[in-house]
């Protein structure tokens, strides 16, 4: 006799996956990772008690390694050249030959000072590159603590570990004078906690509303507050002065990969292609990329205008330059094998966009790593937009950074190769292009108009 | 080359995958966003997965809870009011019991029965693709069995895994 709960596994099973191994292509080259804060690492293919063997194993290797990184710290802060004291390593440029070649620092598992991927907190202030949080590949948690690299010197010095608990659901933010950082406790406790850059002490703040957690989220520091926005689509703000939280107006769509801007009056938020199914597409691929504005205090974010045909993107990011938000991603209507760069930018105010001249770059294959908010920045002294180029994954070796003077409208591009974890960061200051790598953090220098 | 054997493993195994997914979650959308989202992070891995077939169930049923801890605001299956009005799902009456009963069991549990009823695995697969032994499958089997004993769902099919899963 076929039962009701038979009846209804058939049905299940007779319907339909909507998922697109394009939608798969997409997702692949899109920056943010995810549910890649739901903490999904590649463990291999073994199951069991076996594997946990293994990894019991795999923590004590690891402890012994950084006991032995401890001692080899303690070896170069006597030894190595541009070195300085107590947790301070020395860094290295390959684009500067004064600088140090790479150090005997190990890529030893849990090595604090390695590359930070899966979108790192960083910033930069008083000749400092702060990077805080990510992940290093050595736990299924992001790391709550971080490094600074003093630019002059290009020394590194490890930032203590925040007094929050380790989770795959940190956020933060760098505000310009300090980090402020949430995570949330295994029982779903959230927490907060600031570090200035010129105590390097760390203070509990209020922690969000359970609303904003957890989850990952993308961030942007905004005057005196912070605005969040989850991958559910739910939007606060936390106000610095008053040490406060308030939940926003939800964003109108939700996104990955998505960036949040600040104009100095208003927040953009700009949705990568929707996700979810059932995948609404345009020429085969998810639909093109929107962007809403909200001045803090107003009940609804407002649309921004369409892109214009032809220099609409999939996977877009967004920066501000400091009077325009430039959009920059792969041109809808490819096919994940053949990309196109394409972007506009958009001063506030005005009706419509205007399209950016075409890149240099020819058409390639955008997979792996192209558009999205960790491949795209501005140097704000000189309003240059810096891209990382398309084609990363599969032949990064002959293909350099790409600058876009918003002021000119001219492209250049450079020879720079940036060290790209997945979602990592690429960040300029001090006329140094910078991926938050304690040992080797500087691609090179910004090359001057 | 990499991206071949991970285009193989999507084509075999997705649509088996979204099913659970959705039994899992309750929430067609968001099964459909864990699975891109655990081949997409497969895909990132390349070569370095051995089994990218156990490796993406193994994730995608992650990502999915943690997308479901993220909505953990709103009741976790309030998705099932919505499955009829989606236009991409037009389920039963019973199929949104199935759906509902599921979802009243806790994360863990759901896991294993939904493996068995929807994916059609037995403890040793199951197990397999969840990261833990057959006989911790089997132990989270009988627990589910017994909390849903006595309500709609009946037990043919894990009884038959289990009977298979030795």
Do not use: C
């Not at chain 1, 790391?143 to 956020?171: H, K, M, Q, V, W």
């Not at chain 2, 019973?94 to 759901?110: N, P």
């Amino acid at each position: 006799m076929t039962t009701r709960q038979e009846l209804a596994v058939d049905e299940l099973r007779r319907t339909s996956s909507p998922v697109q191994w394009s939608t798969v292509l997409e997702r692949a080259a899109a920056s943010a990772g995810p549910p890649s804060g739901s903490g999904v690492k590649d463990q291999g293919s073994e199951g069991g008690p076996g594997r946990r063997i293994l990894l019991a194993v795999a923590v004590l290797v690891a402890l012994v390694g950084v006991l032995v990184w401890r001692g080899q710290q303690d070896h170069i802060v006597q030894t190595g050249p541009g070195v300085t004291v107590g947790s301070t390593v020395a860094t290295s440029s390959s684009a500067d030959p004064l600088v140090p070649a790479p150090t005997s620092l190990p890529s030893a598992t849990g090595n604090p000072l390695a590359l930070r991927s899966a979108l790192p907190v960083t910033g930069a202030a008083g000749g400092q590159y702060i990077v805080w949080g990510g992940e290093d590949g050595s736990s299924e948690s992001d790391r709550i603590d971080g490094f600074t690299i003093d630019l002059a010197t290009r020394t590194a010095t490890t930032i203590d570990a925040a007094p929050i608990t380790a989770s795959s659901y940190t956020s933060g933010v760098w505000t310009g004078d300090e980090l402020v950082v949430w995570s949330v406790t295994p029982d779903g406790r959230p927490e907060a906690a600031a570090w200035r850059l010129d105590s390097r002490a760390w203070r509990r703040v209020a922690a969000p509303p359970s609303e904003l957690l957890p989850g990952p989220s993308t961030s942007v520091a905004a005057g005196s507050s912070i605005v969040t926005v989850t991958r559910a689509g739910t939007a606060g703000a936390y106000d610095r002065t008053a040490d406060r939280w308030a939940l926003l107006p939800s964003v109108p769509a939700t996104s990955f990969g998505e960036s949040l801007v600040w104009t100095g009056s208003e927040v953009i938020y700009w949705a990568t292609a929707y996700y979810g199914g059932p995948y609404p597409t345009e020429a085969g691929r998810p639909l093109a990329d929107r962007g809403w504005r909200l001045r803090l205090g107003e009940r609804e974010w407002s649309p921004l205008p369409e892109l214009p045909e032809g220099y609409r993107t999939t996977i877009g990011s967004a920066v501000w330059d400091g009077s325009r938000v430039v959009v920059w991603g792969t041109a809808t209507g490819g096919n994940s094998v053949e990309d196109v760069g394409v972007g506009a930018s958009w001063r506030p105010g005005d009706a419509s966009w205007t399209a950016l001249p075409p890149s240099p770059q020819a058409a390639s294959r955008g997979f792996n790593g192209t558009a999205g908010s960790q491949t795209v920045t501005v140097d704000h002294e000189s309003g240059v937009v810096v891209l990382v180029p398309l084609d990363l994954g599969q032949g990064v070796e002959g293909r350099g950074i790409v600058l876009y003077d918003t002021r000119t409208g001219q492209w250049r591009t450079t020879d720079l190769k940036p060290i790209v974890g997945y979602a990592s960061r690429l960040d300029v200051a001090s006329g140094l292009v910078l991926v938050p790598d304690a040992t080797a953090p500087i691609v090179g220098p910004l090359p001057p108009s | 080359m990499s991206g071949d054997r991970w285009r193989d493993t999507f084509e075999a195994e997705q649509q088996r995958l979204w099913q659970s997914l959705w039994a899992h979650t309750g929430d067609a959308d968001l099964a459909s966003d864990a699975v891109a989202e655990a081949f997409a992070q497969g895909l990132r891995r390349g070569d370095a997965v051995r089994d990218p077939a156990a490796w993406v169930w193994r994730s995608a049923f992650r990502i999915a809870n943690g997308l479901l801890a993220q909505r953990r605001h709103r009741r976790a299956h309030d998705a099932l009011v919505d499955a009829r009005s989606d236009p991409m799902v037009a389920a039963s009456d019973d199929l949104v019991l199935l759906l509902d009963m599921l979802g009243r069991l806790s994360e863990r549990d759901r896991e294993v029965i939904v493996l068995a009823l929807v994916g059609g695995f037995d403890a040793r697969e199951i197990g397999a693709r969840l990261g833990i032994g057959a006989g911790a499958v089997r132990v989270r089997l009988h627990r589910a069995r017994k909390r849903v004993q006595g309500q709609w769902i009946d037990e043919p099919a894990i009884q038959r895994d289990e009977g298979s899963a030795s």
